[in-house]
T-cell receptor, first 113, second 116 residues
Framework: EDKVVQSPLSLVVHEGDTVTLNCSYE??????LLWYKQEKKAPTFLFML????IEKKSGRLSSILDKKELFSILNITATQTGDSAVYLC?????????????FGQGTRLTINP | NAGVMQNPRHLVRRRGQEARLRCSPM?????VYWYRQLPEEGLKFMVY????????ESGMPKERFSAEFPKEGPSILRIQQVVRGDSAAYFC??????????????FGEGSRLTVL
């Protein structure tokens, strides 16, 4: 069965700290890995990763994929209170006749001022 | 360009009643995915539909749950004879005909079902 596991499940840090969120996966016919940020409502897309070793960056956020070891990390530097959210990792895997996204359980990040 | 629209945003039902959740994709999107999120958990895939076709329903319970995406109108997730364990947020996500290889699914804001 396809599986995506995130760690830690919960993380509380102070504003200005740097955090690293982890995502490991076991899926059939891996296609790509995606990171989402979920505040109170709909998840919003952050990154898509398909190749190992190529870092994707967007401001203070960056992410990298290791397809050999089957994991990805999401880094956030100089955290701000607005970064508080649940961060979801998802993998595109082959389903019945079509591809689908398999999500991890999420990491709840809390940034204290 | 309106985003993915889900309604109702909140729905309260008593045990044994029916719940109908609707999802209108973004303009030009013909693929719809339904996900369920239990409190403090990640998103669990339920079903993937294209217009008038169910492509993958491997994540949907065999009984009481059904989904459709008619030629005209929104996609509907229907839960019959609801039980307390059905209480969750149900998210709809859509993307263009290119499929999820484009990397982005656009999520609606979810429908939160509470079963009393």
């Amino acid at each position: 069965e396809d599986k995506v596991v995130q760690s830690p499940l919960s993380l509380v840090v102070h504003e200005g700290d740097t955090v690293t969120l982890n995502c490991s996966y076991e899926v059939t016919n891996f296609r790509s890995l995606l990171w989402y940020k979920q505040e109170k409502k709909a998840p919003t897309f952050l990154f898509m990763l398909t190749s190992s070793g190529i870092e994707k960056k967007s401001g203070r956020l960056s992410s990298i994929l290791d397809k050999k070891e089957l994991f990805s990390i999401l880094n956030i530097t100089a955290t701000q209170t607005g970064d508080s959210a649940v961060y979801l990792c998802a993998v595109v895997a082959q389903g019945q006749g079509a591809q689908k996204l398999v999500f991890g359980q999420g990491t709840r990040l809390t940034i204290n001022p | 360009n309106a985003g993915v629209m889900q309604n109702p945003r909140h729905l309260v039902r008593r045990r044994g009643q029916e719940a109908r959740l609707r999802c209108s994709p973004m303009k030009g999107h013909s693929h719809v995915y339904w996900y369920r999120q239990l409190p403090e958990e990640g998103l669990k895939f339920m079903v993937y539909l294209q217009k008038e076709n169910i492509i993958d329903e491997s994540g949907m319970p065999k009984e009481r749950f059904s989904a459709e995406f008619p030629k005209e109108g929104p996609s509907i997730l229907r839960i019959q004879q609801v039980v307390r364990g059905d209480s969750a947020a149900y998210f709809c996500a859509t993307n263009p005909a290119g499929g999820i290889n484009t990397g982005e699914l656009f999520f609606g804001e979810g429908s939160r079902l509470t079963v009393l």
